[in-house]
């Protein structure tokens, strides 16, 4: 427990002293999340209703899959793994507490988000807090999930950049932050079901906010759950100890499977 907390305290640290992290960790976030709230309220006052959410939403994509998985590559290619390999140190450490410590800084950021908001930008608050908090809970559990599957499966640095941008940049198009839902074309619709956003957004919506849900929201819950044990394990039995010597337990292709509890979300969720 004690080397369970000491690896916490330093990758928490990190999070803060490091400029990269500390940037999409907070500043990013924030500073989007400033610049939605006095631009996109003030061309779109609809915009207005979904501001909490949607940021909140957005801090956790930026976090999680943009900042989460870099660092695990860093690590496994500069032989720090092989060093907690011959220390005993397990690998659900190793996955597990970059993950807890980054949803940390995001509580932080939440928190943040939802105590502004209302104040700066008369942004409605949700009428179910118990609710919001499972749905950021969820997603939290989900993106974080991706995050660090996309780190276990990177080989280098900059594949890294490319599958995160190839999951962060559909999420921010069609993921129901700036465009609802409803307004997207039935064909980018069937595709929004496959990614995190599109759940997080139609829950807090119909659990959180009090407004109507395009579907299920609870499916949407379930389907974030879902996604993010799935990743978690996928993550676990495709993580290497370094970049040469150690083979995985599954082909690289297996990390697809991540996407299967969306895509029966597709067929279940979006029918309710």
């Not at 709230?37 to 501001?51: C, I």
């Not at 976090?63 to 011959?86: E, K, T, W």
């Amino acid at each position: 427990m004690t080397a369970f907390a000491n690896h916490f305290g330093f990758e928490f640290r990190t999070g803060i002293r490091n400029r990269s992290l500390l940037l999409l960790n907070y500043l990013f976030p924030l500073a989007f999340y400033l610049m939605m709230g006095f631009v996109m309220t003030a061309l779109n006052p609809l915009f207005r209703d979904v501001l909490l959410p949607a940021m909140v939403i957005f801090a956790i994509y930026t976090a999680a899959i943009l900042g989460l998985p870099d660092p695990l590559v860093q690590a496994r290619d500069a032989g720090i793994f092989r060093s907690y390999l011959i220390n005993g140190v397990p690998r659900l450490n190793i996955l597990v507490i970059p993950a807890l410590t980054t949803s940390l800084h995001l509580v932080i950021v939440a928190a943040l988000i939802g105590i502004t908001a209302p104040l700066l930008f008369d942004a409605p608050t949700p009428v179910n807090w118990p609710a919001f908090i499972v749905v950021f809970l969820a997603t939290l559990l989900a993106c974080a999930g991706m995050g660090v599957l996309i780190g276990v499966i990177s080989p280098n640095s900059r594949a890294t950049m490319l599958l995160s941008q190839l999951f962060f940049l559909p999420s921010m198009l069609i993921g129901g932050l700036m465009i609802p839902y409803g307004m997207l074309p039935r064909a980018a619709q069937i595709a929004a079901h496959l990614l995190p956003s599109t759940h997080a957004m139609n829950a807090f919506r119909g659990l959180a906010m009090g407004q109507a849900a395009d579907f299920w929201p609870w499916g949407s819950v379930l389907v974030l759950l879902a996604g993010g044990v799935t990743a978690f394990g996928l993550a676990f039995y495709l993580f290497r100890w370094d970049s040469q010597h150690t083979k995985r337990r599954l082909p690289v292709a297996a990390a697809a499977l991540a996407l299967l509890p969306y895509a029966v979300g597709a067929l279940v969720v979006s029918t309710y």
